[in-house]
């Protein structure tokens, strides 16, 4: 496997005991509290935030969660402290009713809606209430010093402002992806780059005058919004080595070149079906020659008639093994034993994390994407990251570029925010 040359993440050790530090151990964050909404693409960027800060073994997941259960999965695009009071209310309008109609059952009451998160598994994670966060910060700050609270998702916007508001003294906010709401909430915003797209005169003449006041975002990035070029996640140097050696015994012996293949799903600024399916598994049969061996990893958000197609084409092919979801998931040894990346225009993330690598990354179906997600794979062309994937390449033909590292820096700029408001940051 060739050597994949990425940075650690940087450390700003003086070697000097930190109560001996200018300010003491006061102002020394040795703690984080994460912010989820439940999607992994969400929750993998700030726990690689926290990596890339040294907090890994020293953090708590807390978990914005909603309604789940008939009528609320129609209205996820309320507030979600809203969409809470409104499942209570209609929760006791159900009771209410079963008991003014006794044993009968009446077939214009859907089933209650369960309670929040009961149905999902989380059980073990906290539920994020911004009163008992705060009450944290304020009452451990003089023992363990300030809290840094890193925040991903829209459901999360909210609960991390409430927190920088009342405990601004104790914390240090950061929200990860644009909120789409005042910037001066948070301490520091890292978004994507492509997030500005709409501020561009290409996307201004893409929407109509009376209603490029509604699009967001509206003002060019403030001091202490960091840009990166894709999404934020826990790939480094030491997770590929880590992972090389774990999956050695699987992957050392498979025919080389090994391209592994990462199909996502549908956005809403990249959307595509079966046809997609089908131009990617013709593209792969056509290379396959100068493949020695081919994985395929399909999410399970892929829609079944993707899927399908991609079973049909290539699964009783010996050269091509297509993962079926089972347990342990090979995605951390395909990066790191892979030699080349197919991946689907769709997902940012999975796009950002093959990128990481330094390996030649191809990208199908970017011209299904539109609006800022095009934006994305145009600035990845344009530095030479990713190429086009046809059908007419020779897998085995190595080229590389500069890996993209923008966990690591913007960890960089979290340290320098920090130091700047005299605080230092410990593993």
């Known amino acids: 496997m060739r050597p994949i040359l990425l940075p650690n993440p940087p450390t700003l050790s003086t070697g000097v005991p930190e109560i001996f530090e200018q300010g003491g151990s006061q102002n020394v964050v040795r703690r984080a509290v994460v912010i989820g909404n439940g999607f992994p693409g969400s929750e993998n960027q700030c726990i690689g935030l926290v990596r890339a800060l040294g907090l890994a073994g020293n953090h708590l997941l807390y978990r914005v969660t909603r309604p789940k259960g008939g009528i609320n999965e129609w209205l996820h695009w309320l507030p979600v402290g809203f969409h809470k009071k409104l499942d209570f209310i209609l929760r006791h309008i159900y009771l209410y009713s079963r008991l003014m109609l006794g044993s009968k059952q009446s077939k214009y009451i859907a089933s209650a809606p369960s309670e929040n998160g009961a149905s999902v598994g989380l059980s073990s994670i906290l539920e994020a209430d911004v009163k008992s966060i ?93 840009l990166t070029t894709g999404a934020l996640h826990g790939i480094d140097y030491a997770t590929l080595r880590k992972s090389a050696s774990a999956w050695h015994d699987e992957f050392a012996a498979l025919p080389k070149p090994l391209v592994v293949v990462n199909i996502g799903w549908p956005r809403r600024n990249c959307r595509y079906g079966a046809d997609l399916a089908k131009q990617l598994t013709d593209a792969l049969l056509s290379v396959l020659g100068s493949c020695g061996s081919v994985r395929i990893a399909i999410s399970y958000r892929t829609p079944e008639k993707v899927s399908r197609v991609i079973f049909k084409e290539l699964g009783d092919n010996p050269k091509v093994f297509i993962w079926n979801g089972q347990e342990p998931n090979p995605y951390m040894g395909h990066l790191a034993w892979g030699d080349a990346f197919v991946v689907t225009a769709d997902s940012v993330s999975l796009i950002s994390e093959a990128c990481s690598t330094g390996k030649p990354v191809y990208v199908i179906g970017a011209d299904h994407c539109k609006w800022k997600i095009a934006d994305f794979h145009k600035s990845l062309r344009e530095r ?39 605080w230092s940051l410990r593993s």
């Open 134 to 226: 705060v009450s944290m910060a304020r009452d451990t700050y003089e023992k363990d010093g300030p809290l840094i609270v890193i925040a991903c998702g829209r459901d999360t916007v909210s609960i991390a402002s409430s927190i920088r508001h009342l405990a601004s003294e104790n914390v240090f906010v950061v929200q990860i992806q644009h909120p789409r709401s005042h910037l001066n909430r948070f301490d520091m915003v890292i978004t994507p780059r492509h997030d500005y797209y709409p501020l561009s005169l290409e996307a201004q003449e893409q929407v109509p005058r009376f209603m490029r006041t509604w699009i967001t975002p509206r003002e060019p990035p403030q001091d202490h919004v960091v």
């Open 384 to 422: 030479g990251v990713v190429r086009s994937f046809t059908g007419f390449e020779d897998m085995s033909e190595s080229w590389s570029y500069p890996p993209l590292n923008d966990t690591a820096e913007a960890a960089m700029r979290v340290r320098s925010a920090l130091a700047a408001r005299g």
